[in-house]
């Protein structure tokens, strides 16, 4: 902004007077002509935007990631080409069920959304900070939310519908033992890892795929809040996730994550006992140890809130030639549902806005739309073939193709992968401190739902691991004999 003292109009018409309603007499009506009042109100009463439906409470920064470990081997993209590399990015961080105005330090998972501005357009990861989630099809997603949200007739959050939710589905059980373990409050946004979840592709020049998931990881260290902890915070301040990250970075304190792969062949995927594309699960290190990429971290607030970090609009399918998606029935729809919601909350220029756009020239024949505020394509040709030296597609980033195997069918998401065994594998490595924590968070929620959902959710903690199941069941005073009708 320019150091100009005197206020103006939106159009520029400098402002005589900001006090002051014209009136007819001191004590008379106010005036129709009064164009300036007209302007402050209607401006006003359109500030807000939609929140997000999910995700709509969030903390922002800029930074840079570092590349120290090449990945050329695997991928063609130029930001993994060679060691050295440094590429500026956005991070978003966001609780998921809670309003824009809810408490930051709320049980919940948190998003860990990341736009990286590489030379060859933008790649956006849109992750959490658990490693999976609750459902690995997409079509149960609104269906989960709205167990999460607050129930139509009274406006309320209700344990009753969450679990009623997670008990019918226990494909969830792994994220929810995540959620009630010591890592479901994380003590700030800087002491929490970030995960793909979602499993990804890299691609290479030899048109070689490998499927790969993401990892950042807190180089603060992991640590956690107790449900008092969060509690007492909550009551004192709501936003007190957003406020350590705005002051670490602003003291010069700044974060760093290391990032990290597992890379699985291309045709492993066929063969693996886990279902490779399962969001549900992660694929243990044993089998695909992770591999150093390179650190991010960030090193600038956002100038403005609204501006950079509500208008942020991420979208999976942001990727770079050398990277791609893969069949995981999540992943795919948000390919499609996170555009769909960025034209609905911000307008169909959402990716010309500054903190959206690409860092290199951006060559498409999109033109027109609402609150076009960009050179439009300048004069330029709008169609192709066109033989006026338009830009034109380039056939050398061709993604390989994809085999695919089966018929067009809704197959049931349940055949071939089962729901227990990795919550199970959490469970047991936790410590016993860590086991107490669980156990007790899930008590203090559990022993408000009616019994048969009770039941139906003790089935789910014993088939995990016997210990697991039989410690929520002394808890919440139900027999093992009753458990087991569960
Ligand atoms: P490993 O023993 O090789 O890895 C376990 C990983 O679990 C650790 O590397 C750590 O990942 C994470 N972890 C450690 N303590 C906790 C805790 N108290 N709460 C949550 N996560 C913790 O075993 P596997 O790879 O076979 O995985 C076993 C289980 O560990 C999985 O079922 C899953 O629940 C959990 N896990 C696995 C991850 C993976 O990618 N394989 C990632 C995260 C969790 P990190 O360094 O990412 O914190």
């Not at 736009?115 to 900070?129: A, I, P, R």
């Not at 167990?147 to 589905?169: E, V, Y």
């Not at 992660?282 to 991010?296: A, F, I, N, S």
Request: charged residues 20%; aromatic residues 10%; contains cysteine.
């Amino acid at each position: 902004m320019d150091h100009c003292p005197y206020q103006t109009t939106a159009a520029g018409n400098p402002v005589a007077d900001n006090q002051n309603t014209q009136t007819a007499g001191a004590r008379g009506p106010a005036l129709l002509q009064d164009y300036q009042l007209m302007e402050k109100m209607a401006h006003f009463n359109r500030e807000r935007v939609p929140e997000r439906v999910v995700h709509a409470k969030g903390a922002g920064a800029f930074g840079n990631l570092l590349i120290t470990h090449d990945l050329a081997r695997y991928t063609r993209a130029k930001l993994f080409a060679k060691v050295g590399n440094c590429c500026p990015m956005f991070a978003r961080f966001s609780t998921v069920a809670g309003e824009m105005g809810s408490a930051d330090t709320a049980r919940d998972p948190r998003g860990f959304a990341l736009k990286f501005y590489t030379e060859e357009g933008n790649w956006d990861l849109v992750g959490n900070n658990t490693p999976v989630f609750f459902v690995r099809d997409a079509l149960k997603f609104s269906d989960f939310i709205h167990s999460q949200k607050r129930d139509p007739a009274t406006g309320l959050r209700d344990n009753t519908m969450q679990w009623d939710f997670w008990s019918h589905s226990p494909e969830s059980l792994h994220q929810v033992t995540t959620l009630f373990s010591d890592r479901g409050i994380p003590a700030t946004l800087r002491h929490m890892n970030g995960y793909s979840s979602h499993t990804y592709s890299l691609w290479n020049e030899a048109g070689e795929r490998f499927w790969v998931k993401w990892h950042f990881k807190t180089l603060q260290g992991i640590q956690t809040l107790t449900n008092a902890q969060a509690a007492t915070i909550a009551g004192t301040d709501l936003d007190y996730h957003r406020r350590d990250l705005h002051d670490a970075i602003a003291r010069g304190d700044f974060p760093q994550w290391r990032v990290q792969i597992q890379i699985m062949p291309e045709r492993e995927a066929l063969s693996y006992a886990i279902h490779p594309f399962d969001l549900t699960k992660v694929w243990p290190h044993v089998d695909y140890p992770v591999m150093d990429v390179g650190v991010m971290t960030l090193t600038q607030n956002p100038r403005n809130y609204f501006a950079e970090v509500e208008q942020a609009a991420f979208e999976p399918g942001n990727m770079p030639p050398g990277m791609g998606a893969s069949p995981d029935k999540v992943l795919q729809a948000r390919l499609l549902s996170y555009p769909d919601a960025h034209r609905h909350r911000i307008g169909i220029q959402y990716a010309a806005l500054p903190v959206n756009r690409p860092h290199c020239p951006v060559k498409t024949y999109h033109r027109d739309g609402a609150s076009r505020f960009d050179g439009n394509g300048e004069g330029n040709v709008n169609y192709e073939p066109n033989s006026f030296d338009g830009p034109v597609q380039d056939p050398r980033v061709r993604e390989p193709a994809l085999a695919l195997q089966g018929d067009a069918d809704r197959y049931d998401h349940r055949l071939g992968n089962e729901d227990y065994s990795q919550a199970g594998a959490l469970y047991r490595l936790m410590s016993p401190a860590q086991k107490d924590q669980l156990i007790a968070n899930l008590l203090a929620v559990l022993q408000t739902v009616p019994r048969a959902i009770q039941l139906r959710q003790l089935a789910q903690f014993g088939q995990a691991d016997a210990g697991y199941g039989a410690r929520v069941a002394a808890g919440l005073g139900i027999s093992a004999g009753e458990a087991a009708l569960g």
